[in-house]
Structures are given as C-alpha cells and as structure tokens.
Nanobody
C-alpha cells in the first residue's frame, strides 16, 4: 500500500526556516522522481521542487535559491529545506512520486509563515 507521511511543518516568522520530511512506502522509491507540492485553499496544488533519481533538482522560480530538495533512498525519505520563508508561502505541503499511478497523496504538513 502506497503511503506518504509528511512532517516538519509548523509556525515560523517571515525569514525563518523549516525542514520538511516525507517518508514514502509501498513502492520502489529509488525508481521515481520525488516532488514537493503546496496548496492553499481554493487554489490548485503547485509543484515547488522535484528531484530526479540521480539527485538532480528543479525548482519553481520563486523558491530557487531559498529551497533545497534532497532524497535519501536508503530510508525512502525526501526532504525540503526551506529558508527565508515568506508569508505567501503559507500552505499545506505534500510530497509525491512523479508518475506513480494511481496518484496518491498523503495528509501533508501545514506550513504557516507569520508576517
């Protein structure tokens, strides 16, 4: 059974940092690109960052230089280090395996950035 368990969210002041973690189970983690998405109410989920199976990363333009995605295949975990957070980045953050069918989403982890 495919499962994603996100953690590490919380309340942080503008300019602060958080490190999100996502433990994935139920599929061959090392064979998939892994991504972080975020969603705010009444808006579509947007991809924040994605990491390939060999560790290459691509970022959404607004987070480039502040966020870093990484993965540890030994523990089936993907991370998102977020620095210099902005209030508009308040959202629920989710991880997923790119291309995994059917698409599965975890509960996400809430990130709240206070002004």
């Amino acid at each position: 059974q495919v499962q994603f368990v996100e953690s590490g969210g919380g309340l942080v002041q503008s300019g602060g940092s958080l490190r999100l973690s996502c433990v994935a189970t139920g599929f061959e983690f090392g064979r998939y690109e892994m991504a972080w998405y975020r969603q705010v109410p009444e808006k579509a989920r947007e991809m924040v960052a994605i990491v390939s199976i060999d560790g290459a990363a691509v970022y959404e333009k607004s987070v480039k230089g502040r966020f870093k995605i990484s993965r540890d295949d030994a523990s089936n975990t993907v991370y998102l280090q977020m620095n210099n957070l902005k209030p508009e980045e308040t959202a629920i953050y989710y991880c997923c395996a790119d291309g995994l069918q059917p698409p599965i989403w975890g509960q996400g982890t809430q990130v709240t950035v206070a002004p």
